[in-house]
Nanobody, 117 residues
Framework: QVQLVESGGGLVQAGGSLRLSCAAS????????LGWYRQAPEKQREWVAT???????NYADAVKGRFTISSDNAKNTMFLQMDRLKPEDTGIYYC???????????WGQGTQVTVSS
């Protein structure tokens, strides 16, 4: 079974940048839409970004203009470039792939992002 493994999280000051990676154990990124979600402490998991199968990115309003979703399909890896980070970006970040119905069906274990003020 394909697995997703996130990495790249850490502690950063407000205004800084981080680049999250999500490695897949199989060749799936060119066959599925991709996404990132996050979960802040004591809050529900929320959608952050999606890239459709045709390559069109979409972002939550809270991160639009600051985050960029991308992938290197040859390396079975997807990324989330996060710039101008804010304390409210703090949380556990999860990568996912979507089924043809647009539902996330596979999750990584998450990577912690902490933005200090």
């Amino acid at each position: 079974q394909v697995q997703l493994v996130e990495s790249g999280g850490g502690l950063v000051q407000a205004g800084g940048s981080l680049r999250l990676s999500c490695a897949a154990s199989g060749n799936i990124f060119n066959r599925n839409a991709l996404g990132w979600y996050r979960q802040a402490p004591e809050k529900q998991r929320e959608w952050v970004a999606t890239r459709t199968l045709s390559g069109i990115p979409n972002y939550a309003d809270a991160v639009k203009g600051r985050f960029t979703i991308s992938s290197d399909n040859a390396k079975n890896t997807m990324f989330l470039q996060m710039d101008r980070l804010k304390p409210e970006d703090t949380g556990i970040y999860y990568c996912t792939i979507y089924n043809p119905l647009g539902r996330p069906v596979l999750w990584g274990q998450g990577t912690q992002v902490t933005v200090s003020s």
